[in-house]
């Protein structure tokens, strides 16, 4: 029996936010985005370990492995609806509604062979293999039919007008296996009440064996292994119902929580559905045990399931099961490996924080749909700074209830991650936990000299850090971080401290800097960090030029230059981009200096700037200059404020 799926209407998209606590999915499960958009119908090829998915948004079919990956895309399909797969899997057949046509490709392939026009506005959209033909559900609302192509003449012929005196509301769900030859299953799903229709098709014409009215607006259904009953995935009941193909009385009914919205039976009889789950509490239940015993749960999607449309498949030998979440852009693919499998969940709570060497317990939760007994075993480690890789703390057994607890005195401080793990049995999947904890640890000494000092430009300077009792790490790094952008943070020396608990780096003072010194920390001593910062002048100088000589006056040496010959000043400062200098002339009169013209001239790449001061006129006039870096004023915040030497002179006749 081969796996199929029915169309479905366009999927909601509402979101909702989890806080995952635990990880309890198999290993091997895969979740992958799939481009499909709308995904109406899906078939699961057994022969080649595919699966079609017809998305008539798009108009395609997107043909994928059995993990999701895309390996082929067929394309110009107008609303595309059903698929159906011969019952050899050598022929893919799908119903065009957009086009009045099914056609159908080669499924090795993967190229259309043939295509049967249906008739002008017929618009196929529901297929079924059986007995040699492809039977199909036809038309819109009232206007509509059941048809078949017989594939067994040597022209296949359409014929239409089929449903044997029934008036469908809708084009009908058409299901049959070859298990029960014979025997076409159609539902009527466009209005409440609708009948379920049994027809016998061994005469070539089909003939109503049995119909009965159910509840209607059926979203899904699938037909049990041997072909003699239906599981039906009705509207708003939250359950999904068995009834038996011969009489059409009910059988059992599988209870879910929400409304069901897709049904998929293995080959071995085992029910899997899929539900809108619009509270976000499960939207995948397997019945591996029947309808008496409790599902397996899985959420695969924190999203609505796509509703109304069979977006969950079993794999051919009934091993996997396939799922769809999700619309367009969003669209995910889902295999679970091990889908009869319980799902267990495992919590573990450990306190915030804690005391190092002191005990502390860890409490948690195992549970499942299918309960696990007292005694279960769980592993448990503990990672810590002095066991990064982990360490075993042995075996501890689950309580009643689903409870555990254990107790454990943590020899290391900092973050401390307790793991519990399950392994999982024949019937319940592996589970693990963890979470951690913040335990105490005494603060080391930590000092580093110098900071708030001004150094000469270019002087090299000793920092040095000092680090006081700690546990078993005596490493200690060094950083330098220059002002300014250009310049990165850089490590200048790691290394262990020596006997005193010192170690030192030399830095070159050409720029501000700040210097850390950082502690890593260990099992009983947190990490620390401390930071100085030093500052360094720039290197600047004033030099004069056209005087015609030099000479004292007191004790301070002047420049003298005739009254009509200008002072050129030329400043010589350490380069930076976009720097200048700023110039600060000064007047003497009368046994006291006066200040006069205070400007900033841009300074070359260089590192220099010439500025003309002009001159005086007249003789007997005294006066100095001088240069300076001004931090921030100068265009920059890479040095500590530096004044230049004054320059005197004198002008004379």
């Known amino acids: 029996m081969h796996m199929r799926t029915l169309p479905a209407a366009t999927a909601l998209a509402v979101l909702f936010s989890s806080a995952v606590l635990t990880a309890a999915p198999a290993s ?85 062979t043939a295509e049967y026009p249906t008739g002008d506005g017929t618009i196929p959209s529901r297929l079924a293999y059986a007995d040699g033909k492809l039977w199909f559900g036809y038309g819109d609302q009232s206007d509509s039919g059941l048809g078949a192509v017989d594939l067994t003449a040597e022209t296949p012929t ?43 098709i061994s005469s070539g014409t089909p003939v109503i064996r049995v119909s009965a009215k159910k509840s209607g607006f059926y979203n899904d259904a699938a037909l049990t292994p041997d072909g003699r009953s239906v599981v039906v995935a009705g509207p708003g009941n939250r359950a999904l119902t068995e009834y038996r193909l011969s009489d059409l009385e009910q059988v059992r009914t599988y209870p879910v929580p929400d409304e069901p919205v897709t049904v998929s039976v293995a080959p071995d009889g085992t029910v899997a559905a899929t539900l809108l789950d619009t509270g976000n509490l499960g939207d995948t239940y397997v019945f591996s045990r029947g309808a008496g015993q409790p599902a397996s749960v899985r959420n695969l999607s924190s999203t609505w399931m796509p509703p109304f449309g069979h977006s969950m498949n079993w794999s051919a030998d009934g091993g996997k099961l396939f799922v769809l979440s999700g619309s367009y852009e969003s669209t995910k693919f889902h295999a679970v490996d091990e889908p009869r499998k319980y799902v267990s969940t495992l919590k573990a709570d450990a306190p915030a924080t804690a005391t190092r060497a002191k005990p502390l317990t860890v409490k948690g939760s195992l549970t499942s749909a299918l309960a696990l007994p007292a005694g279960t075993p769980l592993a448990v480690t503990r990672t810590d700074i002095e066991s990064p890789k982990g360490k075993s703390l042995g075996t501890k057994s689950l309580g009643t209830g689903g409870k555990f607890s254990f107790t454990d005195t943590p020899p290391a401080g900092g973050k401390v991650t307790y793991k519990v793990t399950y392994a999982g049995d024949a019937t319940h999947t592996p589970a693990t936990a963890s979470d951690s904890v913040t335990v105490s640890r005494a603060t080391p000494a930590l000092t580093l000299n110098n900071n708030g000092k001004v150094y000469d430009y270019g002087k090299d300077v000793a920092f040095t ?49 700040t210097v850390t010194a950082v502690f890593k920390g260990d099992a009983r001593y947190a990490p620390r960090s401390v930071k100085s910062t030093a500052y360094a002048k720039v290197r600047v100088s004033t030099a004069l030029s056209k005087h015609y000589k030099t000479g004292k006056i007191g004790s301070t040496t002047y420049h003298y230059f005739r009254k009509n010959t200008d002072v050129i000043s030329t ?82 006749n």
């Open 28 to 112: 091997a499960d895969t979740t992958r985005p799939v481009a499909v958009a709308q995904a109406d119908d899906t078939v699961v090829d057994g022969v080649h370990q595919r699966l079609y998915f017809s998305d008539r948004g798009q108009n395609k079919i997107v043909v994928t492995d059995y993990t999701g990956k895309v390996v082929a895309t067929l394309t110009g399909l107008p609303q595309v609806r059903d698929l159906e797969l011969s019952p050899d899997s050598g022929t893919l057949y799908a119903a065009l509604h957009g086009a009045d046509k099914i056609v159908a490709f080669d499924t090795a392939t993967l190229t259309p």
């Open 158 to 200: 359409v014929t239409l007008d089929l449903a044997a005196g029934h008036n469908w509301s809708g084009p009908p769900m058409l299901y049959a296996d070859p298990d029960n030859p014979g025997t076409l299953l159609a539902l009527d799903d466009h209005t409440s009440s609708a009948p379920i229709v049994v027809y016998d």
């Open 465 to 513: 850090a000092h680090l006081g009792t700690t546990y078993k790490n005596r490493t200690v790094e060094i950083w330098a971080d220059p002002f300014g952008s250009d310049k990165p943070n850089k490590l200048m020396k790691t290394g262990t401290v020596n006997s005193k608990g010192n170690l030192s780096v030399t830095l070159d003072m050409t720029r501000d800097a």
């Open 571 to 652: 400043t010589t400062m350490s380069y930076y981009k976009d720097r200048k200098q700023r110039i600060e002339l000064q007047l003497y009169y009368q046994d006291k200096w006066y200040a006069g013209a205070t400007e900033y001239f841009k300074l070359g790449t260089n590192g220099k700037s010439t500025v003309n001061l002009g001159h005086a006129g007249e003789s007997g006039i005294r006066a100095r200059v001088r240069s300076s870096y001004i931090n921030s004023s100068s265009g920059d915040t890479v040095n500590s404020t530096t004044h230049g030497a004054w320059k005197y002179f004198i002008f004379t």
